[in-house]
């Protein structure tokens, strides 16, 4: 079964850090390219990191460079987000999704496999 399986979330106050994980299953892990989204409520979903399995390029939204970083463990077929500085702005549902497509502008386009979500709540 082609799976994605998010974890990682949970309340935390303003400053302070989590590292979500995304770990994959049932598909052939360096061929794929995965992607961090959050939504927050009434909000759209928006793009946050992503990093290409075969390569290690990544790519950063503007809203958390410098705060978050993305990496892959192309042997547990997992990847992380550490995110530090955390804002209440950061509140969301966070979602990886698995996509054939490198990181870049087509990649949220090809999205094929996505995780059912992990909360990141961020007290002020």
């Known amino acids: 079964e082609v799976q994605l399986v998010e974890s990682g979330g949970g309340l935390v106050q303003a400053g302070g850090s989590l590292r979500l994980s995304c770990a994959a299953s049932?598909?052939?892990?360096?061929?794929?390219?995965i992607g961090w989204f959050r939504q927050a409520p009434g909000k759209e979903r928006e793009g946050v990191s992503c990093?290409?399995?075969?390569?290690?390029?990544?790519y950063y939204a503007d809203s958390v460079k410098g705060r978050f970083t993305i990496s892959s463990d192309n042997a547990k077929n997992t990847v992380y987000l550490q995110m530090n500085s955390l804002k209440p702005e950061d509140t969301a549902v966070y979602y990886c999704?698995?996509?054939?497509?490198?990181?870049?502008?087509?990649?949220?386009?090809?999205?094929?496999?996505w995780g059912q979500g992990t909360l990141v709540t961020v007290s002020s």
């Open positions: 049932g598909f052939t892990f360096d061929d794929y390219a």
């Open positions: 999704a698995a996509s054939r497509v490198l990181c870049g502008s087509d990649f949220s386009r090809y999205l094929e496999v």
């Open positions: 990093i290409s399995s075969s390569d290690g390029n990544t």
